[in-house]
T-cell receptor
């Protein structure tokens, strides 16, 4: 079945450091790919998405590119801030059939001043 | 615009007891989802409604879990009887329609502890 694998956390960085959180997926066909974020004490919210190969999703300085050849959707940010501390979830949604979100396990990011 | 509302926020019960969670989606959203998030894991879809009809309940443990969506708006999720492994956060989400082009908006969740 469809699945998402994220890099294990937790990840701890200093402010202004470069961030990469790896995400790879297994799916039939060409799914849409998502990154969700959960800030402390808040609900899950969509951070960015990409719906086809080579698409780049971006939001709040974060970027991720849909790589069909490597089945990956790595999340990157050039300079993290303390306010980026949160849990990040990679997810996919296959087209057709049951269009449900399948999530990875999440990666906890802590950014220190 | 009001977000997805859930209640209660926290619930502690003994195993074999029953419990119910309530969700009020964003107004006008036809699609409603219930997810189970066990500590250290990502959310897992339990059931998806389109208006008041079930679209997907393939991962709902139907021997103990049930859900309904009253008049296509509010929804309740029930567990009877609860097991220790049901300890998790139960998330409700809604979207205007189903599919990848329609963002799912999540509520704050209900944290269930089964003792």
């Amino acid at each position: 079945g469809d699945s998402v694998t994220q890099m294990e956390g937790p990840v701890t960085l200093s402010e202004e450091a470069f961030l990469t959180i790896n995400c790879t997926y297994t799916a039939t066909g060409y799914p849409s790919l998502f990154w969700y974020v959960q800030y402390p004490g808040e609900g899950l919210q969509l951070l960015l998405k990409a719906t086809k190969a080579d698409d780049k999703g971006s939001n709040k300085g974060f970027e991720a590119t849909y790589r069909k050849e490597t089945t990956s959707f790595h999340l990157e940010k050039g300079s993290v801030q303390v306010s980026d501390s949160a849990v990040y979830f990679c997810a996919l949604m296959a087209r057709g059939g049951s269009e449900k979100l399948v999530f990875g396990k999440g990666t906890k990011l802590t950014v220190n001043p | 615009e009001a977000g997805v509302a859930q209640s209660p926020r926290y619930k502690i019960i003994e195993k074999r007891q029953s419990v119910a969670f309530w969700c009020n989606p964003i107004s006008g959203h036809a699609t409603l989802y219930w997810y189970q998030q066990i500590l250290g894991q990502g959310p897992k879809l339990l059931i998806q409604f389109q208006n008041n009809g079930v679209v997907d309940d393939s991962q709902l443990p139907k021997d103990r879990f049930s859900a309904e969506r009253l008049k296509g708006v509010d929804s309740t999720l029930k567990i009877q009887p609860a097991k220790l492994e049901d300890s998790a956060v139960y998330l409700c989400a809604s979207s205007f329609r189903a599919g990848p082009d329609n963002e799912q908006f999540f509520g704050p969740g209900t944290r269930l502890t089964v003792l």
